[in-house]
């Protein structure tokens, strides 16, 4: 049974129209007009227990909306939504006890306090007995090399601590289900790095599923086979990453360093020329002809340097937008 279940889940906020001037103000207080905003709809999706799962989309898609309904932050307009066996906007103890929701760009642990302190009161709030405390704290510790660093102040700490330290926080009740929004949101490579490995490895060793948006595309290739696209409020595709790459990225680029400069008639034979500059020319090879294309320059032509890349996932994921609904279920 799967552990999260979405159906046609909606959300729609009302906004206020406010105009400016005096009577501006007072239509606001005498007569309030609201516009919509359907920020998801009819979103359906399920994911079984230990998923890891990228949540995809442009800015204003509908992420972090359909993540505050999973987490229950939100109460849904429309539709049906099963968190471990919860109906999350009921926030009943035992549900909160089974997930945690991280926002890169919100913080829980206290900016003056060590981080020890605010561990301290999640335990006290979960109700997690010392000894354990003391345990999970060890654990967690050390998968995140976050020695030494939860007894300064959480403002001594790098971006990059401070969100590992706020990854511990959450995780120190041991949810079942992790919501991430952005976790490596502003984060250097390497911190980014430290913590897509701690994910990985949290996600490996307790059997977590976890949910994860990011605009780091290498955070969702690293950790995710399947993802959700969502563009203005609707789920446009859900599947596997790598077909819809195959789908939407059908070509690769070649780029070739060749001994001397070649004829645009010559380079033309071997794919879509994007570039030609002296003797270094790129061109777009359909991904079923790219072993014949490398073989046959190799052959015909003397090569200095040759490299294979495919477009960035951004580019393909644009295109996907362009060309409209796309389902893999
Ligand atoms: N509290 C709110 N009141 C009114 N509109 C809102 C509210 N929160 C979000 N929206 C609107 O709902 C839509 C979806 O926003 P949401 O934050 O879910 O998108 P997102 O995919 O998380 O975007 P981003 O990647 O920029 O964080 C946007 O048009 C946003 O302006």
């Given at each position: 049974m799967p552990i999260i279940e979405v159906e046609n889940l909606s959300k729609t906020y009302p906004v206020a129209i406010k105009e400016a001037g005096l009577k501006g103000t007072l239509n606001h207080f005498f007569r309030r007009q609201y516009r919509y905003v359907k920020a998801v709809q009819n979103v359906s999706f399920q994911i079984e227990a230990g998923e890891m799962v990228g949540f995809l989309g442009p800015n204003g898609a509908g992420k972090t909306t359909t993540l505050k309904m999973l987490a229950g932050l939100i109460h849904p307009s429309g539709g049906s939504v099963s968190v471990a066996s919860y109906i999350p906007f009921r926030r009943q103890p035992k549900f909160l006890q089974k997930i945690s929701l991280v926002m890169g760009q919100k913080q829980q642990l206290l900016w003056d306090l060590p981080a020890m302190d605010s561990l301290r009161i999640n335990a006290a709030v979960y109700k997690i007995p010392d000894k354990e405390f003391k345990r999970r704290l060890g654990e967690l510790t050390e998968l995140l090399s976050l020695e030494d660093k939860l007894k300064q102040p959480v403002?001594?700490?790098?971006?990059?601590?401070?969100?590992?330290?706020?990854l511990l926080a959450a995780l120190l009740h041991q949810p079942q289900v992790l919501f991430l929004d952005e976790p490596t949101l502003g984060l250097d490579v390497n911190?980014?790095?430290?913590?897509?490995?701690?994910?990985?490895?949290?996600?490996?060793?307790?059997?977590?599923?976890?949910?994860?948006?990011?605009?780091?595309?290498?955070?969702?290739?690293?950790?995710?086979?399947?993802?959700?696209?969502?563009?203005?409020?609707?789920?446009?595709?859900?599947?596997?990453?790598?077909?819809?790459?195959?789908?939407?990225?059908?070509?690769?680029?070649?780029?070739?360093?060749?001994?001397?400069?070649?004829?645009?008639?010559?380079?033309?034979?071997?794919?879509?020329?994007?570039?030609?500059?002296?003797?270094?020319?790129?061109?777009?090879?359909?991904?079923?002809e790219l072993t014949k294309t490398v073989s046959r320059i190799l052959a015909q032509t003397e090569v200095v340097d040759l490299s294979i890349t495919d477009p960035p996932i951004e580019e393909t994921i644009g295109r996907l937008f362009n060309a409209g609904v796309v389902e893999e279920k």
């Open positions: 403002r001594k700490l790098s971006l990059g601590e401070r969100m590992k330290a706020e911190a980014q790095v430290a913590v897509r490995e701690f994910l990985k490895l949290y996600n490996q060793h307790y059997q977590a599923t976890i949910l994860l948006t990011s605009h780091y595309m290498a955070d969702i290739t690293a950790l995710c086979d399947r993802v959700l696209i969502i563009h203005q409020g609707q789920l446009m595709y859900d599947g596997n990453l790598d077909k819809l790459l195959e789908q939407f990225a059908p070509c690769s680029e070649i780029r070739v360093e060749f001994a001397q400069v070649l004829p645009p008639e010559q380079l033309a034979d071997y794919g879509e020329i994007e570039a030609i500059e002296g003797r270094k020319a790129r061109f777009l090879v359909p991904r079923e």
